[in-house]
Nanobody
């Protein structure tokens, strides 16, 4: 069983920045494919960004050029640097790990972008 714990959410003004962190348990973190997903009220959960074990990244069109996903295998942690935040980025952000075809989710962290 893999446990994922997100942190770093909060309230930020439009144009501001936040960095989300997701700490994962397990001895083989470097082999996990990791991702961030968001879920706004009344909407389905959707992909924000993913990173493979080899470091290849993929982004939703809505965040390209503003968000950056990265990983630190020595710390078993994946990050999401969010810049130029917009009110429409407001959502609960979930960390995801895919291990041998099985998906695992964290509990989520709230990001609110508002003046």
């Amino acid at each position: 069983q893999v446990q994922l714990v997100e942190s770093g959410g909060g309230l930020v003004q439009p144009g501001g920045s936040l960095r989300l962190s997701c700490a994962a348990s397990g001895r083989f973190f470097s082999t996990y494919a990791m991702g961030w997903y968001s879920q706004a009220p009344g909407k389905q959960r959707e992909l924000v960004a993913t990173i493979t074990s080899g470091g290849r990244t993929n982004y939703a069109d809505s965040v390209k050029g503003r968000f950056t996903i990265s990983r630190d295998n020595a710390k078993n942690t994946v990050y999401l640097q969010m810049n130029s935040l917009k009110p429409e980025d407001t959502a609960v952000y979930y960390c995801n790990a895919v291990i041998a075809g099985t998906g695992y989710w964290g509990q989520g962290t709230q990001v609110t972008v508002s003046s």
